[in-house]
């Protein structure tokens, strides 16, 4: 892939909702493990939500052309007492385009944004995912906790890694 060719952009309006609500229903296919929410629960929410919750966050999409290949997304804490730190979600990367280093310039992208507006990032991930693992770890999170069980799909348990990385400036 010709990085080039691509670009990383926040995501705004509806024709965005439309391409998030595409790509959050084909993460949630492809790596079930790796987010709370589920296939069939998400694909039967109406437009608005997914509209929603990217104007609720801010959202990074990568593109080729009008081809969103990734997605990364913050939010800040939504209470007062815990409004210093963001909480990254809904990582993903589409399977052509991994091992490109896209993931790490979506996440970077949000790292970047957040640090003027939080102290602090935090993240689940599940224990299982390596490559995320490394990723985060490569961008300088460590874990700080560890839930068993934490996420039941049928009858199988997935862990939860917690990380955090301070984004403070100095």
Do not use: C
């Amino acid at each position: 892939m010709d990085a080039a060719e691509i670009v990383i952009r926040r995501l705004q309006g509806d024709a965005d909702a439309a391409l998030y609500r595409e790509i959050r229903l084909e993460s949630l296919k492809d790596a079930p493990e790796a987010f709370l929410s589920d296939y069939e629960s998400e694909a039967a929410r109406p437009f608005e939500h997914f509209a929603s919750r990217i104007a609720g966050s801010v959202a990074f999409g990568a593109f080729r052309g009008d081809d969103m290949l990734g997605l990364a997304a913050y939010y800040v804490e939504p209470q007062p007492r815990r409004a210093h730190k963001g909480v990254l979600w809904g990582v993903y990367v589409r399977p052509a385009a991994r091992g490109s280093g896209l993931a790490r310039q979506l996440v970077q992208a949000a790292l970047d944004h957040a640090a003027d507006h939080v102290e602090a990032m935090n993240l689940i991930v599940e224990r299982g995912n390596k490559a995320a693992r490394r990723l985060y770890t490569g961008l300088g999170f460590v874990e700080y906790g560890l839930e068993k069980d934490a996420v039941r799909i049928g009858d199988r348990y997935f862990d939860d890694v917690l990380m955090m990385k301070e984004l403070r400036r100095d």
